[in-house]
């Protein structure tokens, strides 16, 4: 599975948007890009995935590059609630193993 | 509440005790998952059940011995434990394997070693 990369820390003003890059150059034609956060004390928790279209859902809107060497998780209206580690995560379609491989994530603050 | 979970929150065991984990999905899944977070790193994948079948093991040492009796649960047992084992031990299951399924994960047990 390709490696990502992300950058280990990031603040947000709460009631702003919250836009976490990831880095994915090598990126191949059959892997998606998934995107899952941790908060503290918690499990991971899924939030979206996409392969080469943009994806929105209730929790957040994930843009992919045309190129798809890297894409941008959105949180439209972060809250406190949202602080948490976000990882993204690249797996291939045929991923027999079903492997999620977790890297550093970006700890995200939202601060009043 | 994320219909997976997991048994105890908290465990505090000796080097020289047995005990297990224990982790129960409600979402009628088909594979399920250890992973294992210590602390600064990344999580690591453990085990992989998928029907009941061990198709995963992250070369784990053997004194992690998981079982699955069946699709809705997995146990981690543990036995003669060291202190770096110490981390939170975190469950998982999804519908089915491949790119596209989703994981969903428990809220962990968090293991300390003394």
């Known amino acids: 599975d390709a490696k990502t990369t992300q950058p280990p820390s990031m603040d947000c003003a709460e009631g702003r948007a919250a836009n976490l890059p990831c880095n994915h150059s090598?990126?191949?034609?059959?892997?998606?890009v998934y995107w899952y956060r941790q908060i503290h004390s918690q499990g991971p928790q899924y939030i979206i995935h996409?392969?080469?279209n943009n994806e929105t859902n209730e929790m957040a809107s994930l843009i992919i590059t045309e190129d798809r060497k890297s894409s941008t998780l959105i949180l439209p209206h972060a809250t406190l609630r949202d602080t948490a580690v976000y990882y993204c995560?690249?797996?291939?379609?045929?991923?027999?193993?079903?492997?999620?491989?977790f890297g550093g994530g970006t700890r995200l603050m939202v601060k009043p | 509440e994320t219909g997976v979970t997991q048994t105890p929150r908290h465990l505090v065991m000796g080097m020289t005790n047995k005990k297990s984990l224990k982790c129960e999905q409600h979402?009628?899944?088909?594979?399920m998952y250890w992973y294992k977070q210590s602390a600064k790193k990344p999580l690591e994948l453990m085990f992989v059940?998928?029907?009941?079948?061990?198709?995963e093991n992250n070369s784990v040492p053997s004194r992690f011995s998981p079982e699955c009796p069946n699709s809705s649960h997995l146990f981690l047992h543990l036995h003669t434990l060291q202190p770096e084992d110490s981390a939170l031990y975190l469950c998982?299951?999804?519908?089915?394997?491949?790119?596209?399924?989703?994981?969903?994960f428990g809220a962990g047990t968090r293991l300390s070693v003394l």
């Open positions: 998982a299951s999804s519908q089915e394997m491949g790119a596209k399924n989703i994981q969903y």
């Open positions: 090598t990126i191949s034609g059959n892997e998606y």
């Open positions: 996409g392969l080469k």
């Open positions: 995560i690249v797996r291939r379609a045929n991923n027999a193993g079903n492997m999620l491989t």
């Open positions: 979402l009628g899944h088909n594979a």
């Open positions: 059940y998928n029907f009941k079948e061990q198709t």
